[in-house]
């Protein structure tokens, strides 16, 4: 009989999510690399540059994703890999709130910062 | 009925010496995990100088960036982040049931390529950094 390798729940929707959020960060994040370190290069970043790429609605919106798919993907990790090592019981709802607010907390300040480069909404 | 394998044994990292292909990149896997969502958290505590003026942020990311030390971690980033994407493209297809027959071949494959793209990036990344 099959034995379950895997620490995620049966029948729950994190380990989808997470194949998914992976999916589309493989593309994303080797774009990332690549437009920031290969086109535009470290020593030449200044705040219009940056202003300039987030002004156009289709890069705002990609970081955007960018930052909701990263977060969500880096801390469903964290959280998969500590019920893997044994997180149980009320440790483990206390850890997964942590997380939930760290994740609420970071995409904040992320789309805060966006916004700042951008001046609002670039619609 | 299913149910959960206790794989204690196999996590018991004193056994280093007895792991397989598989193992390593479970460990890789999991520790460059670790690393890249410790950066995002810190990736976005940096660029919110942003939120300061356009002057705060300039001058924090080429002061940052003018530092060799800072470049150096760049290039740790960078390969921490190719392996994490080339392994999770291993991880992806074993999951839609291509290539587990190969994983210890792709996990070596995975292993090579991050190196050469790594020493291959090393002149970009270190472009105009003040010695």
Known sequence: MAERYTSFEPGGRRWLWQRLTAAFLVVVLAFHFFLLHFVNHADEVTFALSQARMEQLTYFSLMILFLVTATFHGVNGVYNALVNQGLSGTRKTAV?????????LLIVQGVRTALAWAGGVPI | MSQSYNRGLIEDFSRWREFSAGMWAWIFHKFTGWVLVGYLFTHIAVLSTALSGATAYTNT??????????????????AVAVFHILNGLRLLFVDLGVGLEAQDKSFYASLILTGVIVVASVPTFLSGVSL
Do not use: F
Request: hydrophobic residues 65%; glycine residues 8%.
């Open chain 1, 96 to 104: 997964k709130a942590i997380l939930g607010l760290a994740s609420v």
């Open chain 2, 61 to 78: 990311i080429q002061a940052l960036e003018s530092l060799l030390v800072v470049r150096i971690l760049e290039v740790g980033l960078l």
